[in-house]
């Protein structure tokens, strides 16, 4: 079954102390991998889109990274509003509704000034 | 900008009244949009995949004669939660793939607050 774990559940960071989020993710061939911002009350905003092992895109403080078991989303000096809620999905090759994607729980971060 | 949009964003209503939340595309077409249900603190729970001009694809344990999907047009998928309940309350969000299907990157509504009395 695909499934999608993200580590930790919340995370608690001073403005510009680094971190990484991590997502763990099992699936049946990989489509794609994708990371998304949520903040409170809103839909989740696109971040990345990630293909392959190997594969790294930067946005910003924001760098994601993908192996052939996990991704990784990289926070570099972050700033208060940097706090929201971060998504991983993945998105498996044959899937029979195109475009479906399975949701991990999400790490909720907050950036304390 | 945004390039989905959702209407209502926020809407109560009585128990065993019908709900109609819009989703639209602003400017693409969407062959495929889904639709999403999330309660406080969890993630996104995917319910349906709306297809334009055939009929919506249900995951599993999600009541088709309870929450009705209609992709009329290339821009447009509405949701309709029928003889709503207090147990229906959430936030319902809407996505679609631009450009349509693949991996291509899905974007996502600002979601509807529901409130079921």
């Known amino acids: 079954e695909d499934q999608v774990t993200q580590s930790p559940e919340a995370l608690r960071l001073q403005e510009g102390e680094s971190s990484s989020l991590n997502c763990s993710y099992t699936v049946s061939g990989l489509r794609g991998l994708f990371w998304y911002r949520q903040d409170p009350g809103k839909g989740p905003e696109f971040l990345f889109t990630?293909?392959?092992a190997g594969e790294e895109k930067e946005k910003e403080r924001l760098k994601a990274t993908l192996t052939k078991k996990e991704s990784f989303l990289h926070i570099t000096a972050p700033k208060p509003e940097d706090s929201a809620t971060y998504l991983c999905?993945?998105?498996?090759?044959?899937?029979?509704?195109?475009?479906?994607?399975?949701f991990g729980q999400g790490t909720t971060l907050q950036v304390k000034p | 900008g945004a390039v989905v949009s959702q209407h209502p964003s926020r809407v109560i209503c009585k128990s065993g009244t019908s709900v109609k939340i819009e989703c639209r595309s602003l400017?693409?077409?969407?062959?495929?949009m889904f639709w999403y249900r999330q309660f406080p603190k969890q993630s996104l729970m995917l319910m349906a995949t709306s297809n334009e001009g055939s009929k919506a694809t249900y995951e599993q344990g999600v009541e088709k004669d309870k929450f009705l999907i209609n992709h009329a047009s290339l821009t447009l998928s509405t949701l309709t939660v029928t003889s709503a309940h207090p147990e229906d309350s959430s936030f319902y969000i809407c996505s679609a793939p631009r450009p349509p299907g693949g991996t291509d990157t899905q974007y996502f509504g600002p979601g509807t607050r529901l409130t079921v009395l």
């Open positions: 999905a993945v998105q498996a090759k044959g899937s029979s509704n195109t475009g479906k994607l399975i």
């Open positions: 990630l293909y392959s």
């Open positions: 400017d693409f077409q969407a062959t495929t």
